[in-house]
């Protein structure tokens, strides 16, 4: 067995009885499984095939704590929980660490027919979905959701029941915060039965930069047949620490899925997206954006999957790379033989600043049909050195038109986020991000409105 | 105003400007024609400081002080506007904040506070009726899908939005139809002071009978070969440039002799 992964194993038998004791058997019942497949695993490291930025045998050889036995931490969600989205009227739920916890505004304005809930909840209707549908995307033969799924005690259910459309945006905060080492295992299932609609954003925030901190997420999304889900992430954490998700999504017939994941702060971060349709007339749009400056990381794995025709999949992850930092998009479009009239579009686009940044940058298509749509691009490049110069002469100064034209660069990933709200506070998010440089919520100051929030929180 | 002493210029190892020397006085305007690829663009990017270009000798004064010495923004703040020969596209940037940032780092430059949203808006709108530029354009993104002309309308829009002390228009007239070339000449004409100067480089005699020079130069291969009055720029259009090249060449040949 590999080193960094025995120290969970044994983790994992010595408090068998205590981290089962914990959660709702559907939960438990794959842990035995997990750790079969994490026993023969080989964790992959620097330069392993699609792995070219991240070492996931270094990033889990740490010796992070794992909260089995669900101590409350001391946190003060009032104090962590700054920034956000405010202004955005939504119902918020919150984690903290992997620990769900409702708010007083969380489930203002929600229609019948939604339950947003901890993965330990007890009512019929959670047990019943959770029972369904948990683990079932996730692969075990993916380290990240091997792990998860060994050590994962909670997190959030949302399931929109058929027909119901969600009018007001779900908003999940994650928070982490602890004062020592510290690994969140978070496990998230969404579920839209048929002709649902919904809008969910998921911000992750460390407020600690001098901890490290693990986050350690598996999302699993069902999207029936009709449903429309508008996902957005976004991760304002600190240097230290470490990102690790594995969203799995699976899509029915003409069901409307938008994926947007934001990097706007973070330490080390690998994003894997996995997405398939099962039904004809699906579409896919997976979008993302980074901003990298320092020594952080940023890693981008996406396997998208046309096992059915007449699906559409249009995806445009951009970068924007400075100082040291590292990223790296590595894309899949899998267009099967059957798969015909499937229209699917990759593109990655990036620009490296100045300094020792790299990015590595591998889309690929696999067609085996000749009745499709398809390209793919990629680019990385510096700024325009005419752009510039024309901004110049007009007064700007240089880095001023420099951070100006860094934001124009990521604006066709912000269009692409329909909530208008949201939209908005990103494009402010974003420009502050270019102007600060420091972590988001360190720089916040507190007056950005976001103590709106009576943070009483309820387990 | 402007003193350009001898300046010589390259860009990518190649020599364009090969000793330029030219006077312009507040209350001036000046012409500057001459054949395809004989470096007027080139002079024109050298004295608003496009890096791209290596200055290998010579000197500009710019009120006193040394223009090659500043930055292109300090050059701008100082007053000096270059109108692009072609417009560069700024896809996802808003012509309302471009301008809004260049309006606020002058006045930073001097000291001052940045203008009110109101007041801004205020002077956008009076500096679009000068040369009648749709307020549509205002709130696209800077010159991205801008017809030819409505790029060169455009950046007398900025000229008059910064209200520069030496302005150098570089092709403005060309791809403008007959009413546009009269918007933006007059447009040039209202932003005329006696303490401001103008440089229009041009192929053109009907812009300079909207805008009158008051002193022509013809550049060739990188040098200034001649300088007359207002004259001179009916006479090319006449002649054409062949008489130019036979005296510069007779000239040459007489000194290398
Ligand atoms: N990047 C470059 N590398 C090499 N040579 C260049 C470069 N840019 C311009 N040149 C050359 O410099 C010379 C002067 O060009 P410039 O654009 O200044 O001419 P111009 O007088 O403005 O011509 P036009 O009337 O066509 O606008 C030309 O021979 C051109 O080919
Ligand atoms: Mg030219």
Redesign the interface.
Known sequence: MEESIRQYIELYEHHRDALCSHSIPAMNALREQAAGHLRHARLPRLGSENYEITSLSELLGKDYGVNINRLPMDVNPAESFRCGVPRLSTSLFLTINDRFALTPISTNGLPAGVTVCSLNSQGAVPSEIIGRYYGGLASLDNPIAALNTLLAQDGILIHVARGTKVDKTIQLVNILQSAVPLMAVRRVLIVLEENAEVNILACDHTQNNTVDMMNLQVVEIYAGAGSRLEYYEMEESSVRSVRLSALYAEQSADSHVTINGITLYNGVTRNEYYCRFTGKGAELSLCGMGIEDGERRLDTYSHVEHTVGYCHTDELFKYVLDDSSRGAFTGLVRVDEGAVKTEAYQSNRNIVGSGEARMYSKPQLEIYNDDVKCSHGTAIGRLD???L??????????E?AKL??K??????VIEKVRLSHLRERLTYLVERRFAGGEDACLSCKGQESCGEVDMNIEY | MLKVNNLRAEINGKEILKGINLEVRPGEVHAIMGPNGSGKSTLSMVL?????YDVTGGSVEFYGKDLLAM???V???EGL??G?QY??E????SMV??MR???N??RK?FGMEPMSASEFLKMMREKRSVVELDNKLASR?VNEGFSGGEKKRNEIF?MAV?EPRLSILDETDSGLDIDALRIVAEGVNKLKSADNATIVITHYQRLLDYIKPDIVHILYKGRIVKTAGPELALELEERGYDWIKEEVERKDAEQRR
């Open positions: 050195e005419m752009q110069f024309y901004m110049r002469s007009r007064g700007l100064a240089e001023e100006l034209l934001q124009a660069f990521l604006s066709d | 608003a400081g496009n890096p791209s930055s292109p923004e050059r701008s703040h506007f270059l692009f417009p560069v700024i896809p996802g940037v904040n471009f940032a260049a309006v780092a002058k430059y993104s900025q910064l």
